[in-house]
């Protein structure tokens, strides 16, 4: 850690939707505009999101079962967990070191979560409502990025080949849930919806970065 390392990192945990987490640079810093995940799988389970907004009528069950792909820091798996106590949620990643930090978080927050590691949804033997994830979609080549700055995270976590799209269309590929959630940037979000619309795939949501699906097939 040196003095240009990113504040989270010095001081080892970062707000999340309320909540502090643990994180460490084997992990990305949780940002705000992924906490538009939380408010898309609140509105699909008929919750308000925001004081005063008036919910979407429910769409899940009771009890829904909930997988995160690619959970980093846990922070996504955790929250849903604590906002929707009543869900099964699953989480996945790659990286042994991030799944040792998730489960931490999840300690610390008495949120009962099974970390599993894997590519994307390949070691994983439920079958989920709803998939949401966070999934590495920068574009190395991008313009604007500010790469010195990102260069304290995890390489891993952050970019994907495929103009930052890989991963985010094997999801698409692999997902066998009724409803999918993805963080992107965008200017990609009408190739994504492109991509998932030519898979069966409809397009239901746009919030900020976030983007909600629906697979009728599933």
């Known amino acids: 850690m040196n003095a240009h390392s990113p504040k989270a990192y010095k001081d080892g945990h970062q707000d999340f939707y309320g909540r502090d987490f643990l994180v460490t640079p084997d992990v990305l810093i949780p940002r705000p505009e992924t906490e538009q995940i939380i408010d898309a799988v609140l509105n699909l389970a008929g919750k ?64 009962h979560i099974p970390f599993i590691i894997s590519y994307l949804c390949q070691n994983v033997n439920i079958k989920p409502n709803v998939i949401v994830a966070n999934l590495p979609y920068v574009d190395e080549n991008w313009g604007w990025l500010d790469k010195t700055a990102l260069n304290y995270e995890p390489s891993i976590a952050l970019y994907a080949k495929d103009h930052g799209l890989k991963l985010i269309k094997e999801l698409i590929d692999a997902a066998n849930s009724k409803y999918l959630i ?37």
């Open 182 to 218: 993805l963080e992107a940037d965008p200017c990609q979000h009408q190739d994504i919806i492109n991509y998932a619309a030519k898979k069966g795939l409809q397009h239901l949501e746009t919030r900020g970065f976030i983007l909600t699906f629906y697979n009728p097939q599933a």
């Open 48 to 111: 308000p999101y925001l004081p005063g907004v008036k919910p979407a009528p429910r769409v899940l069950p009771k009890n829904p079962i909930i997988l995160d792909v690619g959970t980093g820091s846990g922070c996504l798996a955790v929250t849903i967990k604590k906002e929707l106590p009543e869900a099964e949620v699953y989480a996945t990643d790659i990286s042994e070191k991030a799944l040792k930090i998730a489960q931490k978080n999840a300690d610390k927050h008495s949120a």
